[in-house]
């Protein structure tokens, strides 16, 4: 099996995983559906055509940058001004920067790294306003997901690693084995508009720990309780 890696990094991405009519939340990191939707963007795949062969691709995300979480409120009017649309609250992770990862056969996950490399249509980090602010490739590698989830550089920004530890832990969510971890209606059936289709997977949490060169010692005010 084979590993793409790629960085989604922007000032704004949203990733919804339970988005419902005029309140539409996103995740804390990027969902299977939403990478997948972009890769199969990145091949020119229209949203009525079959995605069928992504379907089987192994997936897991790390969390580098979490973000803040954003709320916007919107309203909006039909083009004339004659219709007022229903007012929504719109939330996305500003400056969050993530490593995603999918696992593969070689030809297939080949095949998409190509197409990142030069997409059929503009790739956005989950919402069409949420354009990538960085290349989103970071390398094939014949490594399990799991390895390359832990090895690959850290991808924060210098200022966000300046306000940090000397070590900091990475939240990694990967594809879970059955009856294990949470569920997320998170595995894209169909992306068609008319007849949009979503099924369970579970997921599992793992941590790893980075060193940051670029990090501060962090004042501890309960280390005195435990000195000599």
Same mark, same amino acid.
């Given at each position: 099996m084979t590993t793409l890696s790629i960085c989604?990094?922007?000032?704004?991405?949203?990733?919804?995983?339970?988005?419902?009519f005029t309140n539409r939340e996103t995740r804390p990191?990027?969902?299977?559906?939403?990478?997948?939707?972009?890769?199969?963007a990145a091949q020119g795949i229209r949203r009525t055509e079959s995605i069928e062969h992504l379907?089987?691709?192994?997936?897991? @995300?790390?969390i580098d940058q979490p973000g803040t979480l954003m709320r916007d409120f919107q309203v909006a009017r039909s083009l004339d001004g004659k219709r007022t649309m229903p007012l929504s609250n719109r939330y996305y992770l500003?400056?969050?920067i993530f490593v995603s990862a999918v696992e593969g056969e070689k030809e297939l996950v080949q095949s998409l790294s190509d197409?990142?490399?030069?997409?059929a249509y503009p790739l956005y980090l989950?919402?069409?306003?949420c354009p990538p602010s960085r290349p989103l490739f970071l390398e094939v590698s014949d490594a399990p997901m799991a390895r390359v989830l832990e090895s690959t550089p850290w991808q924060a920004s210098a200022d966000y690693r300046g306000k940090q530890g000397k070590t900091v832990g990475l939240r990694i969510? @990967?594809?879970?084995?059955?009856?294990?971890?949470?569920t997320v209606r998170d595995v894209p059936v169909s992306f068609d508009p008319r007849r949009r289709e979503y099924a369970w997977r579970h997921v599992e949490e793992r941590w790893v720990a @980075?060193?940051?060169?670029?990090?501060?010692d962090l004042h501890d005010p309960m280390a005195i309780l435990g000195g000599a």
């Open positions: 989604l990094a922007g000032p704004m991405q949203a990733w919804g995983a339970a988005s419902r990191e990027p969902t299977k559906s939403g990478v997948l939707g972009l890769l199969a379907l089987g691709l192994s997936f897991g @995300v790390r500003a400056d969050a197409a990142i490399k030069r997409p989950g919402r069409r306003s969510v @990967v594809d879970g084995r059955p009856g294990s971890g949470d @980075v060193e940051n060169a670029d990090g501060r």
